[in-house]
Nanobody, 115 residues
Protein backbone atom coordinates (compact mmCIF):
# COMPACT_ATOMS: atom_id res chain seq x y z
CA UNK A 1 0.00 0.00 0.00
CA UNK A 2 1.32 3.40 -0.95
CA UNK A 3 -0.32 6.76 -0.34
CA UNK A 4 1.26 9.93 -1.67
CA UNK A 5 -0.15 13.32 -0.73
CA UNK A 6 0.39 16.55 -2.61
CA UNK A 7 -1.01 20.06 -2.77
CA UNK A 8 0.01 21.54 0.55
CA UNK A 9 1.58 24.96 0.87
CA UNK A 10 1.30 28.44 2.29
CA UNK A 11 -2.02 30.24 2.06
CA UNK A 12 -3.45 33.37 3.61
CA UNK A 13 -6.41 33.18 6.00
CA UNK A 14 -9.58 32.90 3.98
CA UNK A 15 -7.79 31.25 1.11
CA UNK A 16 -8.17 27.82 -0.45
CA UNK A 17 -6.06 24.76 -1.12
CA UNK A 18 -6.75 21.42 -2.71
CA UNK A 19 -4.94 18.37 -1.40
CA UNK A 20 -4.67 15.16 -3.38
CA UNK A 21 -3.67 11.65 -2.45
CA UNK A 22 -2.60 9.06 -5.00
CA UNK A 23 -3.15 5.50 -3.82
CA UNK A 24 -1.69 2.23 -5.03
CA UNK A 25 -1.13 -1.33 -3.89
CA UNK A 26 -4.73 -2.18 -3.10
CA UNK A 27 -8.13 -2.15 -4.77
CA UNK A 28 -8.85 1.51 -4.19
CA UNK A 29 -12.53 1.38 -5.11
CA UNK A 30 -13.17 -1.15 -2.37
CA UNK A 31 -12.09 0.95 0.60
CA UNK A 32 -13.14 4.03 2.46
CA UNK A 33 -10.53 6.76 2.57
CA UNK A 34 -9.80 9.43 5.14
CA UNK A 35 -7.89 12.65 5.68
CA UNK A 36 -6.31 13.36 9.05
CA UNK A 37 -4.27 16.28 10.30
CA UNK A 38 -1.78 16.87 13.05
CA UNK A 39 -0.81 20.28 14.35
CA UNK A 40 2.37 20.82 16.41
CA UNK A 41 1.89 19.58 19.95
CA UNK A 42 -1.52 18.09 19.20
CA UNK A 43 -2.82 14.62 18.50
CA UNK A 44 -3.63 13.52 14.99
CA UNK A 45 -7.31 14.08 14.29
CA UNK A 46 -9.77 12.88 11.70
CA UNK A 47 -10.77 15.64 9.29
CA UNK A 48 -12.94 13.87 6.74
CA UNK A 49 -13.78 10.44 5.40
CA UNK A 50 -15.49 9.09 2.31
CA UNK A 51 -17.01 5.69 1.63
CA UNK A 52 -15.66 3.37 -1.04
CA UNK A 53 -18.14 4.50 -3.71
CA UNK A 54 -18.20 8.10 -2.52
CA UNK A 55 -21.81 8.12 -1.48
CA UNK A 56 -21.17 8.81 2.20
CA UNK A 57 -18.97 11.56 3.57
CA UNK A 58 -18.25 12.62 7.12
CA UNK A 59 -16.50 15.69 8.46
CA UNK A 60 -15.10 16.96 11.71
CA UNK A 61 -17.29 19.70 13.12
CA UNK A 62 -14.41 22.14 12.82
CA UNK A 63 -14.32 21.86 9.01
CA UNK A 64 -17.96 21.30 8.09
CA UNK A 65 -19.10 23.69 5.41
CA UNK A 66 -15.53 24.62 4.50
CA UNK A 67 -13.87 21.36 3.43
CA UNK A 68 -15.05 18.84 0.85
CA UNK A 69 -13.69 15.34 0.42
CA UNK A 70 -14.04 13.60 -2.92
CA UNK A 71 -12.59 10.62 -4.75
CA UNK A 72 -11.99 9.42 -8.28
CA UNK A 73 -12.00 5.64 -8.35
CA UNK A 74 -10.88 5.61 -11.97
CA UNK A 75 -7.71 7.49 -11.04
CA UNK A 76 -7.21 6.01 -7.54
CA UNK A 77 -7.16 9.43 -5.96
CA UNK A 78 -8.85 11.11 -3.03
CA UNK A 79 -8.93 14.86 -2.64
CA UNK A 80 -9.66 17.43 0.03
CA UNK A 81 -10.84 20.85 -1.10
CA UNK A 82 -10.23 23.32 1.70
CA UNK A 83 -11.90 26.72 1.56
CA UNK A 84 -12.05 29.63 4.00
CA UNK A 85 -8.88 28.41 5.65
CA UNK A 86 -8.15 29.55 9.18
CA UNK A 87 -4.89 29.70 11.12
CA UNK A 88 -6.15 26.81 13.23
CA UNK A 89 -6.26 24.64 10.09
CA UNK A 90 -2.49 24.78 9.90
CA UNK A 91 -1.15 21.23 10.23
CA UNK A 92 0.39 18.33 8.41
CA UNK A 93 -2.38 16.58 6.49
CA UNK A 94 -2.33 12.84 5.99
CA UNK A 95 -4.24 10.51 3.72
CA UNK A 96 -5.15 7.16 5.30
CA UNK A 97 -6.76 3.83 4.55
CA UNK A 98 -7.66 0.90 6.78
CA UNK A 99 -6.56 -2.14 4.82
CA UNK A 100 -6.43 -5.69 6.16
CA UNK A 101 -6.66 -4.65 9.83
CA UNK A 102 -3.95 -2.04 9.53
CA UNK A 103 -4.09 1.71 9.01
CA UNK A 104 -1.75 2.96 6.33
CA UNK A 105 -0.61 6.57 6.15
CA UNK A 106 0.92 8.77 3.55
CA UNK A 107 3.97 10.87 4.29
CA UNK A 108 1.87 13.96 4.88
CA UNK A 109 1.72 17.39 3.30
CA UNK A 110 2.17 20.64 5.21
CA UNK A 111 -0.56 23.26 5.16
CA UNK A 112 0.44 26.65 6.53
CA UNK A 113 -2.18 29.35 7.00
CA UNK A 114 -0.60 32.70 7.67
CA UNK A 115 -0.71 36.28 6.51
Amino acid sequence: VQLVESGGGLVQPGGSLRLSCAASGFTFSGYAMSWYRQAPGKERELVASISSAGGSRNYADSVKGRFTISRDNAKNTVSLQMNSLKPEDMAVYYCAVDYRARRYWGQGTQVTVSS
